[in-house]
């Protein structure tokens, strides 16, 4: 499993393979502190995209930065990487310390970049990049009353009322 989690020079080299290939590279990335059905709905319709698929996982320190929530993020970066690298659909995990992704995307050029339909394709990340390399940016559907941040707060309410 872990085998799938690469540092930048792996990736880097990996992906230069692949594209000698010819084969579709994509990209997303994201905390996925605590992975759930919409998570795995969103993976599985991105990687439908792919013939290699690479996740970004915001590091420990840039999910704080985020400001999700205090205890955020919930799972270290190593289990979170972990957890993402057993997905079969998922070909290779990097995990990534800055603000957001901008750095990886420009290194690797995907051939699709792809965020959740919560976000505008002009708010993405590295959108500019891939579509002035001949790519194209794209977004999934989330599954409706799936989140992170709605799993914390239930859980916190069921513990305050178990007080």
């Known amino acids: 499993m872990t085998e799938k989690i690469w540092n930048r020079e792996k990736l ?4 230069q393979k692949v594209k000698n ?3 579709t590279i994509v990209f997303t990335n994201g905390c996925f502190d605590i992975l759930h059905a919409g998570h795995v709905h969103y993976l599985q319709e991105t990687a439908s995209l792919a013939d290699f698929f690479i996740v ?17 993020p919930l799972q270290n970066e190593s289990s979170r990487s972990a957890v993402m690298s057993a997905l079969g659909c998922v070909d290779a995990v990097v995990v990534f310390d800055e ?17 959740g339909g919560d976000y505008e394709i002009k708010d993405i990340v590295g959108a500019d990049w891939v579509i002035q390399h001949g790519g194209r940016v794209t977004t999934i559907e989330f599954l409706p009353g799936y989140s992170t941040t709605a799993i914390e707060k239930k859980i916190i309410t069921e513990h305050q009322l178990n007080q």
């Open 12 to 15: 880097e080299l990996q992906v």
């Open 56 to 72: 970004g996982i915001n590091s420990d320190d840039s999910v704080k930065r985020l400001e999700k929530s205090p205890a955020r």
């Open 21 to 23: 290939q010819n084969k």
């Open 99 to 115: 603000d957001t992704p901008k750095e990886i995307i420009e290194k690797i050029t995907p051939d699709i970049l792809v965020k």
